[in-house]
């Protein structure tokens, strides 16, 4: 059984056709070939899935689709504008903050988003805005410079 | 091995009325489904059992925190996001707030209802001792009308409660008080990020004199249901405030728990732990 669901991914406005109980993961990944996404662990402990649900970061592979029913997602692919990189994806360039990648995304939007509630963090509050998200390569120090790095680029 | 979806159902009802009348005609084969942190864990992981599921993340009726003169009264869908950011919790029932802010990441705290922590009956979740010591009440709707119910006494067992399958939680009403309480809250885990406790020790206190004049403890993650330590409780309640005291309630908490064995600590462990926050809690107490 599956239902028609209108909403907005990346500031385009679509009606998607999914079960409803299908994992907001797999229908952008699968559906909408919005690979920047990634799953990593599954069940809500890495933040490599991490999306924005109308401006608040959540884990989609714990949001069943219907969830997302009139609402506005922004995955990684919508985090630069007209082609300019966000000033947290340059920083992770200038400053090595990706290894394997597979966190990255998921790092990039909890970086956006913590900057975006605040624009001035101390050390701890950027350690505790990345504390949902897990580095396997454990490259955590060049992630923390990347966005230490991004809000004196702002 | 991963769930197979289209065995799954998701219905979503437009309002409050529609969702109670789904669950009083067939009652027990829908069951609520709200932000979905801990049971989309179990569907990914192919370990959910119940099919059939009604999404309750848009009813408007279940949100929002209204602040009475007397009461705090907090929508089941409450998210640990809000809690935080609530300005009266803050002030007056702090340990919520820190519960709110020590479980999972934000993405976490930004899905998981404070409703939901309480119907998902994890023995391990880090809300309950914080509501247990704040007298919390909740109320639970049927078509047959509304009741409210002592948060103490909701948990009967592990996973077992006295809500039934026609009624929702819609609400939860936390007393305030005109008294000054000290507040005690502490989690200990392997990490201080997206850890599931081994021990969770909530604690508030009334002190005039050097006396205790009252005070509520509660442990999570001790016993098959989140647990409101009663005997230790009355052990020190009117007693002062000093090493022998202390002793005491240490071993009348040794004799009231019987803590559990699992995947994440030891029952050793736990007890020893459980006395030691006993303990650093009643230290930490002013006169």
């Keep these: 059984m599956t239902i028609e669901l209108p909403c907005v991914v990346n500031r385009e406005s679509i009606v998607l056709n999914v079960h409803p109980m299908a994992r907001l993961l797999d229908v ?25 649900i109308n401006g608040k970061i959540v884990n989609s592979c714990l ?24 000033a947290v994806q340059q920083a992770f360039i200038d400053c090595g903050g990706a290894q394997c990648g597979i966190c990255t995304p998921g ?10 509630r605040n624009p001035n963090p101390t050390d701890a509050e950027i350690r505790t805005g990345l504390a949902g998200n897990l580095c396997r390569c454990t490259g955590y120090i060049k992630i923390f410079e990347s966005v230490v790095r991004a809000c004196q680029e702002r | 091995m991963r769930a197979y979806i289209p065995s799954y159902q998701l219905v979503t009802p437009p309002s409050l009325g529609e969702a ?10 829908w069951r609520p489904f709200a932000g979905g942190t801990d049971l989309m864990v179990l569907l990914e992981a192919g370990k959910l059992p119940h099919k059939n599921y009604l999404n309750i993340w848009n009813l408007k009726e279940l949100r929002g925190i209204e602040v009475t003169a ?42 998981g209802t404070l409703g939901g922590n309480i119907v998902n009956a994890s023995p391990a979740a880090d809300s309950p001792p914080a509501l247990l010591t704040y007298d919390a009440e909740l109320e639970l709707i049927s078509l047959g009308g509304a009741r409210w119910v002592a948060y103490h006494g909701f948990h009967t067992g592990y996973k077992q409660m006295i809500i039934r399958p026609d009624e929702l939680l819609t609400r939860i009403r936390l007393p305030r008080s005109a008294d000054k309480l000290q507040h005690y809250y502490r989690k200990v885990g392997t990490r201080k990020a997206q850890a599931i406790s081994k021990v969770c020790f909530a604690g508030t206190a009334q002190v005039r004199d050097g006396k205790i004049e009252d005070l509520r403890i509660a442990l999570g993650s001790i016993a098959p249901v989140p647990l409101r330590c009663v005997k230790t409780e009355d052990a020190l309640r009117g007693s002062e405030l000093n090493q022998p005291a202390i002793a005491q309630a240490r071993a009348v908490l040794a004799n009231e728990i019987v803590p559990i064995d699992d995947i994440r600590s030891t029952s050793n462990y736990r007890h020893q732990v459980s006395l030691n926050l006993l303990e650093d809690f009643l230290r930490q107490l002013s006169a």
Excluded: W
């Excluded at chain 1, 952008?28 to 924005?52: D, N």
């Excluded at chain 1, 990039?108 to 975006?116: F, G, K, R, T």
């Excluded at chain 2, 109670?20 to 084969?29: C, F, I, K, P, S």
């Design chain 1, 63 to 86: 949001v069943p689709v219907a969830q997302v029913e009139g609402a506005e997602i922004k995955t990684i692919e919508g985090i630069a504008t007209d082609n300019q990189l966000h």
């Design chain 1, 107 to 116: 790092m990039v939007l909890a970086a956006v988003d913590l900057l975006e």
């Design chain 2, 20 to 29: 109670l009348d789904v669950l009083a005609a067939d009652g027990g084969v």
């Design chain 1, 28 to 52: 952008l990944r699968e559906q909408l070939h919005l690979t920047g996404t990634k799953e990593g662990c599954g069940e809500g402990e890495c933040g490599a899935c991490s999306v924005f």
């Design chain 2, 70 to 111: 007397q009461h705090v009264t907090l929508g089941a869908l409450t998210t640990y996001t809000e809690v935080q950011q609530e300005k009266v919790l803050q002030e007056e029932f702090p340990m919520l707030c820190q519960a709110a802010s020590e479980t999972g990441g934000l993405a976490i705290q930004n899905r």
